[in-house]
T-cell receptor
Framework: GIQVEQSPPDLILQEGANSTLRCNFS?????LQWFHQNPWGQLINLFY???GTKQNGRLSATTVATERYSLLYISSSQTTDSGVYFC???????????FGSGTKLNVKP | DAMVIQNPRYQVTQFGKPVTLSCSQT?????MYWYQQKSSQAPKLLFH???????NEADTPDNFQSRRPNTSFCFLDIRSPGLGDAAMYLC????????????FGSGTRLTVV
């Protein structure tokens, strides 16, 4: 199966700081999504981004499909950004989503 | 709003007593998935339905089964829950080729006592 690696595994930020989370994957993909898992366990879709760059408020993401990585940028972090961020990918014609191990973010006031 | 709904939000079951978790969707997506997530781990795919076609992951225990009676509903049956089956169970849907990605429900947290 495809390997999905996320870094860093843990991240502690002071409120207001910026951060970059990385996702590397081992094969070509036709789907890549970033999720935020809230304290209640729900996976909130942040970006559907198999390639290119997207922005949504303080968050943005870039996927370089040819180099098999994606980056999630969080600017001016807030305590509500705390939680686990997952990258998940789907290979062509596989109809299966493979998750990375996640980055646990703790934003301190 | 179109969404994926899981019931119940929390489920407590006795060791060895069969339990069923449910998932419904209003998105009309043709693929539905069940994931298991244990504490501090990534979600793990158990199986999925592509329309009526059932696809089981090789390492999914036989104790876990699924039913999809129609496009909107999918059920996860755990025949004889063990303590190791306590986890969050997440349902997701997708419609390949539409560019909308995966949508997850809010999950059912299963406790086995």
């Amino acid at each position: 199966g495809i390997q999905v690696e996320q870094s860093p595994p843990d991240l502690i930020l002071q409120e207001g700081a910026n951060s970059t989370l990385r996702c590397n994957f081992s094969d070509s993909v036709n789907n890549l999504q970033w999720f935020h898992q809230n304290p209640w366990g729900q996976l909130i879709n942040l970006f559907y981004i198999p390639s290119g760059t997207k922005q949504n408020g303080r968050l943005s993401a870039t996927t370089v499909a040819t180099e098999r990585y994606s980056l999630l940028y969080i600017s001016s972090s807030q305590t509500t950004d705390s939680g686990v961020y997952f990258c998940a990918v789907e290979r062509y014609n596989f109809n299966k989503f493979y998750f990375g191990s996640g980055t646990k973010l703790n934003v301190k006031p | 709003d179109a969404m994926v709904i899981q019931n119940p939000r929390y489920q407590v079951t006795q060791f060895g007593k069969p339990v069923t978790l449910s998932c419904s969707q209003t998105l009309n997506h043709n693929v539905m998935y069940w994931y298991q997530q244990k504490s501090s781990q990534a979600p793990k795919l158990l199986f999925h339905y592509y329309d009526k076609d059932f696809n089981n992951e090789a390492d999914t225990p036989d104790n876990f089964q699924s039913r999809r009676p129609n496009t909107s509903f999918c059920f996860l049956d755990i025949r004889s829950p063990g303590l190791g089956d306590a986890a969050m169970y997440l349902c997701a849907t997708s419609s390949p080729g539409t560019g909308y990605g995966y949508t997850f429900g809010s999950g059912t947290r299963l406790t086995v006592v």
